[in-house]
């Protein structure tokens, strides 16, 4: 009799969909230079809202860009420069539905589903075709 195979938790997908959306936004930033800096260095996925404090927007394309690792990891004022940056490369509308996003996260919260990251997996994978 064959094994059932064991379903993965929703913490084993979540990580699973983040290395594939990290390399994702690599890949689609590998011509750009660091969202904050501006330097052309080799680039991380760097969140502007932490996925720390706003879960829901870990996969959100317009909340994560390339950023040089000095920027995304030891640079405390990073933020500064990135908000200017970001309202210039997708425009203020977008920016400006990204902060309505995370405000409506810290007012009602969001707890991802197996099928909902499944479905992310399938879809950074033929983007990373």
């Known amino acids: 009799m064959a094994k059932k195979k064991k379903q993965k938790t929703v913490a084993q997908l979540k990580k699973e969909c983040q290395i594939l959306f990290n390399a ?3 890949k689609r930033d590998e011509s750009r230079p660091c969202i904050s800096c501006s330097r052309n260095r080799p680039l991380q996925a760097g969140h502007y809202w932490a996925v720390k404090m706003y879960d829901n927007l870990r ?3 317009d909340n994560c860009h390339g950023e040089c690792a000095g920027c995304n990891c030891f ?3 990073h933020l500064i420069s ?3 940056n970001l309202k210039e490369r ?3 509308e977008r920016y400006r539905a990204l ?3 995370a405000a409506e996260y810290k007012r009602n919260g969001h ?3 197996r099928s909902e990251l499944q479905e ?3 879809y950074y994978k033929e983007k990373l075709k």
């Open 82 to 84: 990135y908000t200017e």
């Open 99 to 101: 902060c309505d996003e």
């Open 120 to 122: 992310k997996i399938e």
């Open 59 to 61: 996969f959100n394309e």
């Open 75 to 77: 640079d405390v004022c």
């Open 90 to 92: 997708i425009g203020i």
């Open 24 to 26: 994702y936004i690599r």
């Open 111 to 113: 707890k991802w589903t």
